[in-house]
């Protein structure tokens, strides 16, 4: 399920018009590159530069 592409097709309360559909997944795109730096800082980074030992397997 896109839900750019599936809320546009759709004539129900909750779709996105199709006029606002390329604004909607651009703003989707949007967050998505700024989440991952955003996640990256909130969760420290690179695993392998952790203090914290390996969990045991």
Known sequence: ???GRDG???DT???I???DAPA???AQIVGALLTVP???WLWGG?????D???LAS
């Open 38 to 40: 955003l996640a990256g």
């Open 24 to 26: 909607f997944i651009a």
């Open 17 to 19: 018009a199709p006029q």
């Open 52 to 54: 914290a030992p390996p």
């Open 46 to 50: 690179d695993p392998a530069k952790r």
């Open 1 to 3: 399920m896109i839900p």
């Open 13 to 15: 309360f909750a779709g």
């Open 8 to 10: 546009s097709l759709s």
